[in-house]
């Protein structure tokens, strides 16, 4: 019987929801999967319904896409009939999300969850080990991928200080008709055209590339694949510091040039808005960035959206391609949090959300990568969404290119994983300051890496000592 | 009956007589604010920018020294930090102290339209500091800027112009075009408290005295420097500490507007400090770089109080 009422009431959830997204607007086509709540995930085994008086709170970030928000709050509530939990989402500025947790902790109260978009290594002394809940998810879903993994575990600990259920991929985004003129029609594919493409669109129209060496996220993303697409790297496996090399200093001589080229000084200043503000504008040639300006641009801007083409990362000089994934959407469950039935239920919910990801997908307009792949086949099926945009793109499989997006896509402290050394190094904005440093003049690309690498040297310093830098023993 | 009012009249006379008790009492509420917001996270500070504690695990487990303070100072952010923290608050404090003065000698006149001035005026005190930094960002932005509109229009900015060849003046991706905006900021968000602070000491200096100086043949420079401005100077020394305070602990203009970019060339310490201890995760080198602030900050303070109060007193 209660089989029976979960299966109705999650038929009628879908249906309603997909009622939903056509008045919306969207194409139909293939829809995703009706929601189910399992009560078995593997190893993990739930109650069909929580004692009386369960609740869950979960704070996270305002996602880029406003679509995706008013699905998770609903579905979050649907969840909470089905399972017997009260629960309560707050949604808040993406950079809120780090200081509220750090408050959190620091008060011993606070939501049950939070959502963050990189890695929360550097909150690793404060929260749960989640490696139950990562367990049972790979025993179902398989294999997570690796950009995933690399942001919630830590193996010289062995602790899940997080649970990954998605991720975006960053694309190269330029402007078709400029490239097509430029001599690009498929947009750059190396650093190299990037610079000579860039620079003839520059002289020609006086639109700039658009790549930042500002203190903020995308340009510390940009900064990475420029590194690690030269061959270089900032850490090694191990979480050594590896910066200071030959390789390291080409790509920072390499930005140098771009900058002086085919850049303004408005890029030491962006915020994470402002490449997606100059593209949508129609300011810049070339930015990397995830597609949420993009979906922007279908509504306002549809002629700059038709006009957008997406490429995968650039090949450096050695054919390397590296991309940073632009976000990770982890959730960690503070230690503060000693319900047991509170601590049930943020597992069973993690676990159910991951089941149902092909919503997430969907409902983010694509933007939402799962974390297990298998959990939205229609994403990846032949004919399937990043063939036929179900958000109406022109053509229908302008997003193709993402397919293989997790190939060429790395993470926050590639190749190894990510310790809170890597959090603070990417935190306090080190590499945007270091390509800026070298491209303004103030100091040579050598002495920029240099003087860089060894401020990354006392941060990992410090984080080893206190035992979260370094592979584990064998 | 008679020993009850008696009663009453000796407790009532006791208390009002016992003028130890009745100021503790009275100030009570004031230490315990004090306490609790002030004293208590400035000591829990100390305790934390001598220990090893972090975003994730915020006890004082183990202590460790002046290590983090050694540790803050060698960084490249900390030296500009420190270098702008100072240039902003003395450029602010100027300029404040300059307008404000400025200000108040217009708003002791009578003239027509002075309440909308007065308004006019004291509209940025009353403007969120957020809201009013997305204000200038607008009018500061690198593509769609309107200052760079009108200059464009006015042949300063572009090829071949006093500020050209570009069009865009890029004010938040220049080092020094990045603090004057900054230092810009604060003036004007600023400004109205100092001038409210000013024109109150201003309205006090009887008026015969500038009738007899005007009678005497002063003209409005040496009324200005011979009386307006020796009259005011505690009230002056009191706006200034106000804003000099207000100005070296604020992060927001900077986390609004620069981000401390180009580089850390428009870094200010408290931004730091919050990017190093919250975001970077590093909580006790968060709080060694913020108590950096201390010490400028009370002698600073004491300072000006002590000037403030021999001033008034000769």
Known sequence: MNRFLSQCIAGVFTLVLSVAAMAAGTTTGIQPAPLHFPSKFGSMKFPAKFPAGTTLTLTQWSHFVPRYDKWFDQYAQEWGKKNGVKVTVQHISLGDIVPTLAASIAAKRGPTMFETIATPAAFIEGLQNLADVNKAAQQVFGKQEEVCTSQSYLPITKTWYGYCDGWVPDPGDYRVSLWKAAGYPNGPVTYDG???????????????????????????????????????????????????????????????????????????????????????????????????????????????????????????????????????????????????????????FLLDLTANYSWATYESELYNFPAFPKTAPQLWERGGWLDHDPWGSVPANKLEVLRNASKWTAWLGYPGDSSPAVSEVYNTHLLSTMMAEAARGDKTPAQAVKDTAAQIGAIVAKWRAKGYVGCPAK | ??????????????????????????????????????????????????????????????????????????????????????????????????????????????????????????????????????????????????????????????????????????????????????????????????????????????????????????????????????????????????????????????ALTTRGGPGYTTQLLPYWAYLKGIEGGALSEGAAIALFLFPVLLVGAILALRFAYRTESA
């Open chain 1, 194 to 348: 990037l610079y000579n493409g860039g620079v003839k669109i520059f002289q020609k129209t006086g639109l700039p590339v658009g790549v930042g060496m500002s203190p903020e996220i995308d340009s510390e993303f940009y900064a990475r694949s420029l590194i690690w697409s030269y061959g270089g790297s900032l850490f090694d496996k191990c979480g050594n510091v590896a910066l200071d090399s030959p390789q390291v200093v080409k790509a920072v001589e390499f930005q140098t040039k771009l900058y002086k080229s085919a850049e303004t000084p408005e890029v030491f200043s962006w915020n994470p808005a402002s490449n997606n503000q100059a593209f949508v504008s129609g300011q810049t040639s070339y930015i990397q960035n995830s597609i949420s300006f993009y979906r922007t641009a279908q509504q306002f801007q549809p002629k700059n959206a038709e006009d957008t083409g997406f490429s995968p990362g650039l090949k450096g000089p050695t054919g390397d391609v590296h991309q940073t994934a632009h976000v990770w959407f982890i959730y960690v469950l503070p230690k503060y949090v000693t319900n047991p039935n509170e601590i049930m239920a943020a597992k069973k």
């Open chain 2, 1 to 254: 009956m008679k020993q009850v009012q008696s009663a009453i009249a000796h407790a009532g006379v006791s208390l009002a007589d016992r003028k130890g008790v009745l100021g503790t009492l009275m100030l009570a509420p004031a230490l315990a604010y004090i306490a609790a917001l002030v004293a208590v996270p400035f000591f829990l500070a100390i305790g934390l920018s001598v220990s090893d504690a972090t975003v994730g695990d915020p006890a004082i487990h183990h202590f460790v020294g002046l290590r983090n303070f050694v540790r803050v100072i060698h960084e490249s952010a900390f030296h500009f930090g420190l270098r702008n923290s100072m240039i902003v608050t003395f450029a602010t404090l100027i300029l404040i102290l300059v307008l404000a003065t400025a200000e108040s000698e217009l708003l002791a006149r009578d003239f027509r339209g002075k309440r909308l001035v007065q308004i006019l005026l004291i509209l940025p005190w009353a403007m969120p500091v957020s809201l009013a930094a997305v204000g200038w960002l607008w009018l500061l932005d690198s593509e769609f800027s309107p200052v760079d509109w009108l200059l464009r229009t006015a042949h300063l900015l572009g090829p071949g112009t006093l500020f050209g060849p570009a069009n865009h003046l890029y004010y938040y991706g220049r080092e020094w075009v990045g603090i004057g905006a900054i230092i810009a900021i604060n003036v004007w968000r600023l400004l109205p408290f100092a001038t409210i602070i000013v024109l109150a000491g201003r309205t006090s200096i009887p008026r015969d005295i500038f009738e007899q100086a005007e009678i005497d043949g002063a003209g409005f420079f040496r009324t200005l420097f011979h009386i307006t401005l020796p009259a005011l100077l505690p009230i002056l020394t009191v706006a200034a500490m106000f804003t000099a305070l207000l100005v070296f602990g604020d992060m927001t203009i900077a």
